[in-house]
């Protein structure tokens, strides 16, 4: 069983920083690739980061990347969301998710389990 429970979100004013966590209660967590996805009001879920396994390989979407970095700690079953340069758009529910399958890692219709989310709102 996979549980996992997200915090670190919060209000920053834009251009500040956030570190979200998710952390996995369950068991065969180093078995799953990990991933962060947010949601806008009004928008679909969208993808911002994932991690391989073994944290040899991370992926980014276009719009966050080089303002975020995803990390892993197998021996914390957690993993980590840094972002910086914060804008007001970035505003939405973060959500972090494990996925099984070896592909789609980009898809959050392809993951397996969810946490509940954790508001981050920027301010301008």
């Known amino acids: 069983q996979v549980q996992l429970v997200e915090s670190g979100g919060g209000l920053v004013q834009a251009g500040g920083s956030l570190r979200l966590s998710c952390t996995n209660s369950?068991?065969?967590?180093?078995?799953?690739?990990m991933g962060w996805f947010r949601q806008a009001p009004g928008k679909e879920r969208e993808f911002a980061a994932a991690?391989?396994?073994?944290?040899?390989?991370?992926y980014y979407a276009d719009s966050v990347n080089g303002r975020i970095t995803i990390s892993r700690d197998n021996a914390k079953n957690t993993v980590y969301l840094q972002m910086n340069s914060l804008k007001p758009e970035d505003t939405a529910v973060y959500y972090c998710?494990?996925?099984?399958?070896?592909?789609?890692?980009?898809?959050?219709?392809?993951?397996?389990?969810w946490g509940q989310g954790t508001q981050v709102t920027v301010s301008s």
């Open positions: 998710a494990a996925i099984v399958a070896r592909t789609g890692y980009t898809d959050y219709l392809k993951y397996d389990y």
């Open positions: 991690i391989s396994r073994s944290a040899g390989a991370t």
């Open positions: 369950g068991r065969t967590y180093s078995s799953h690739v």
